[in-house]
């Protein structure tokens, strides 16, 4: 036998670091989105639940039953070999808690693998994350960091996220770096995973007397900033950073690796290729083919994005800015991390 949990009793038992969480659908809708944290072990591949699919469309339950556990039973011990891998409790879920969960805790009962069951599956818990976010109240005052592209400052929050700093890093969650290049080597997140990482994130730092974050746009890649941490942006305390050139085009080159990725890299410059004086943008794209990658950032920082920052719309009250000038990346963290409260999460 198997026992339900509701999505605040998993996440309680989760955070005392009692339970392993199991997606149990297929590797697709895994990679689309999941409950954080969740390790896959599908009861189908995409393959064989498209096969199932296919079936059931067209000669119905009872046939693509039947063939369900054909697929399944040829690969039994090695599915339940997975599970008796996983260390302590266990809690496993699919889509609306439906079949496949049933079923796979089922299996385990018979082999003496208790697990518990996610009540409503993934379904119920992008509910539960929807309606908690409508309702959110961000009680605390953030930190907003601001400079120029290039002064690093997704890799400083990120730092200060390790030290224990309680950090929302957006970019992360969206798993973009907020601009036209910001998915150069990255698979951009989706709004579901955007909305469960970031609320996760806030649960965790509640009891946290401030957060950390970036000042980023609205949307981020192909996700969406909710109201109140935009409103969190603007009461903020600002934090300006500064760096010099030489060091900013360092970092630009070696976050964004474009030697790896030039056709990515040329695809979004002729993007923004038309919004930039012809001469310049020549001379870029030719430095981008050419491999002169820190010629070409040095232009873009200085023909584009130096300009869009100092007139775009990502204004704050200077009053209560506290600037941080530095000369390198470790000046940079020391700088900021200084500016902060000593209190840490």
Same mark, same amino acid.
Do not use: K, N, S
């Given at each position: 036998m198997f026992q339900d949990l509701t999505v605040p009793e998993l996440r309680d038992m989760r955070d005392r670091k009692e339970l392993t969480i199991v997606d149990v659908r297929s590797p697709s809708e895994f990679a689309d989105a999941t409950i954080p944290g969740s390790v896959n072990i599908p009861f189908f591949d995409d393959a064989e639940r498209a096969e199932i699919g296919t079936l059931y469309k067209q000669r119905g339950m009872a046939e693509a039953k039947r063939r369900g556990l054909e697929l399944m039973s040829a690969k039994l011990p090695a599915f339940i070999a997975e599970f008796a891998a996983l260390p302590g409790k266990i809690a496993l879920f699919c889509w609306r808690g439906g079949g496949r969960s049933r079923t796979t805790a089922t299996l385990l009962g018979l082999m003496d693998i208790h697990c518990y069951r996610v009540a409503g599956g993934y379904r119920e818990y992008r509910r539960w994350v929807v309606e908690t976010l409508e309702t959110y109240r961000l009680d605390k005052p953030a930190y907003v960091l601001h400079g120029n592209t290039g002064t690093g400052k997704? %890799?400083?929050?990120?730092?200060? %996220?390790?030290? #224990?700093?309680?950090?929302?890093?957006?970019? #992360?969650?969206a798993c973009h770096r907020g601009s036209i290049f910001g998915d150069v080597g990255l698979r951009g997140s989706n709004q579901k995973t955007f909305d469960a990482e970031l609320l996760e994130t806030l649960l965790r730092f509640e009891r946290a007397p401030y957060v950390i974050m970036e000042a980023e746009s609205r949307r981020i890649g192909k996700c969406t900033m909710p109201q109140f941490l935009m409103d969190a942006k603007e009461s903020g305390v600002p934090i300006r950073l500064e760096l010099p050139m030489p060091a900013r085009v360092r970092h630009i080159v070696q976050d964004y690796r474009p030697a790896e990725h030039k056709e990515a890299c040329l695809h979004a410059f002729k993007i923004i290729k038309p919004r930039m004086h012809t001469p310049v943008a020549k001379e870029i794209q030719q430095s981008i083919e050419q491999d002169r990658f820190d010629v070409a950032a040095e232009l873009l920082l200085e023909h584009y994005y130096d300009p869009r920052y100092e007139h775009g719309a990502d204004r704050y009250d200077q009053e209560r800015e506290r600037l941080v000038r530095a000369r390198t990346e470790q000046e940079a963290l020391d700088g900021v991390r200084a500016a902060l409260p000593d209190v840490q999460a």
């Open positions: 997704t %890799a400083i929050l990120r730092q200060l %996220a390790e030290e #224990g700093y309680p950090v929302l890093d957006l970019e #992360g969650f």
